[in-house]
């Protein structure tokens, strides 16, 4: 934990177990559902589109039978008479809709969390994504030009080694619950915070290795 807050994706590190946790949760509860149900319920919804695929119908189903066998006891002069007669079951027209759309809906939120997920870990995880992020904005407020290569350096250490994955990370959050002038506002004020007490790490932001820069 130590290392994650000293490296500055503490907050990512959170977000992203978070996100993990929510996916962890949808298919266990898509599973639960298979134990209390039975018959393979966690592929149900992909039966239902090929029964429709190939023009079947798909409300007959095994899992929730409209018409069964029951059997009951009827005594006679003190003897039971066993008898199996032909049940309807109306309630199953009912289950079968509710269950069809649960397994939809884990479906489509399993889905939408995994997409989600790597969305963030494309953006967050790769370098260049955060380096852009911060460099559109700073092109919007005037704070660099797009040919002067000391500015994009300076970017560079800006969003590397100032702001870092957690700074960038709380951002594109703001800028997700707001908008991107807000954003632009906030990262044009934390530049010029930056550029006038240009020491970080105990050393002058200039004097950082240049090499490491990207364009």
């Not at 130590?2 to 266990?28: D, E, H, P, T, W």
């Not at 919007?140 to 994009?152: A, G, H």
């Amino acid at each position: 934990m130590y290392l994650i807050k000293r490296y500055g994706n503490y907050l990512v590190a959170l977000y992203m177990s978070s996100k993990i946790l929510y996916f962890v949760n949808v298919i266990a509860q898509l599973f639960m559902l298979n134990g209390f149900l039975g018959t393979d319920y966690h592929l149900y919804g992909f039966e239902i589109i090929r029964e429709l695929f190939y023009g079947r119908d798909w409300t007959a189903s095994r899992r929730f039978p409209r018409v069964t066998l029951c059997d009951f006891e009827i005594r006679q002069m003190g003897n039971f008479h066993r008898h199996t007669v032909q049940c309807v079951l109306p309630i199953n027209l009912f289950n079968e809709k509710i269950y069809i759309f649960l397994w939809f809906w884990f479906v489509f939120v399993s889905t939408a969390t995994a997409v989600s997920f790597l969305r963030w870990l494309v953006f967050i995880g790769m370098r260049y994504s955060r380096v852009r992020y911060i460099r559109r904005h700073l092109k919007v407020m005037d704070k660099i030009q797009r040919d002067n290569e000391r500015e994009r350096k300076l970017s560079y250490k800006f969003a590397e080694t100032y702001l870092r994955q957690d700074g960038i990370f709380v951002l594109k959050l703001v800028g997700k619950n707001s908008t991107d002038l807000v954003v632009a506002d906030i990262v044009a004020a934390l530049w010029d915070n930056y550029k006038n007490k240009p020491i970080h790490g105990g050393r002058p932001a200039d004097e950082y290795d240049d090499s490491a820069s990207i364009t």
